[in-house]
């Protein structure tokens, strides 16, 4: 067990519509990753929040935000869903961010999004 | 854009056998990670490296942190039945500002008969 705790673990939904994904980091880590895993793309890094602020953008659609609170969990959401949309999304965390010296990034169970 | 060229893709070994694969970049990196992901689960760290030709052991399994810091191996040692899975190499780099993001490997499957 990471201790990264994601829901929900599936979401079956439309083309058009929107979801929200729930991740919740491990105790102490303040830094929240999102990712999306799927068979063509392999794990691709979307977008890091650190403590509340958004930190790094990675390849992530103008369609989906994140948002981390100020307990520290943090949602991805994702609206006008295409076919293509259908992946697992992680979320892992860590202690810090890159100002704050190296540290491993621990993962969640993911949340696995398929579109209708 | 960055790259890791993960290989082989896939490993078909018997049990007791031992395994090696590896990741090369283009690009240089500060972290190197290895990670396994069973059907279902997210990745699990395996090992962490975080210095130019770092040796680091985790069990049977040990890892190098290549020299130009642009690769990395895995190696794992008298295989077993439960280390069938999918290993991911990453990279870890500053994105955009201060942030940190890590960049993975495609995979290897590895399958164990026993």
């Known amino acids: 067990d990471s201790g990264v705790t994601q829901t929900p673990k599936h979401l079956i939904t439309a083309t058009g519509q929107r979801v929200t994904l729930r991740c919740s980091p491990r105790?102490?880590?303040?830094?929240v990753y999102w990712y999306q895993q799927s068979l063509d793309q392999g794990l691709q890094f979307l977008i890091q929040?650190?403590?509340?602020?958004?930190?790094a953008k990675g390849n992530i659609l103008e369609r989906f935000s994140a948002q981390q609170f100020p307990d520290l969990h943090s949602e991805l959401n994702l609206s006008s869903l295409e076919l293509g949309d259908s992946a697992l999304y992680f979320c892992?965390?860590?202690?810090?961010?890159?100002?704050?010296?190296?540290?491993?990034?621990?993962f969640g169970d993911g949340t696995r999004l398929s579109i209708l | 854009g960055q790259q890791l060229n993960q290989s082989p893709q896939s490993m078909f070994i018997q049990e007791g056998e031992d395994v090696s694969m590896n990741c090369t970049s283009s690009?240089?990196?500060?972290?190197w990670l290895w990670y396994k992901q069973d059907p279902g689960e997210g990745p699990v760290l395996l090992i962490a490296?975080?210095?130019?030709?770092e040796l680091t052991s985790n069990g049977r399994l040990t890892a190098q942190f290549g020299t130009t810091r642009k690769d990395s191996f895995l190696n794992i040692s008298a295989s077993i039945p439960s280390d069938v899975g999918i290993y991911f190499c990453?990279?870890?780099?500053?994105?955009?500002?201060?942030?940190?993001?890590?960049?993975f490997g495609k995979g290897t499957t590895l399958s164990v008969s026993s």
């Open positions: 892992a965390s860590s202690t810090g961010d890159s100002e704050h010296g190296n540290q491993p990034q621990h």
């Open positions: 105790s102490g880590d303040l830094s």
């Open positions: 929040y650190y403590n509340g602020e958004e930190r």
């Open positions: 690009s240089i990196f500060n972290t």
């Open positions: 490296l975080y210095k130019a030709g």
């Open positions: 990453a990279g870890r780099y500053t994105a955009n500002q201060a942030g940190t993001a890590l960049i």
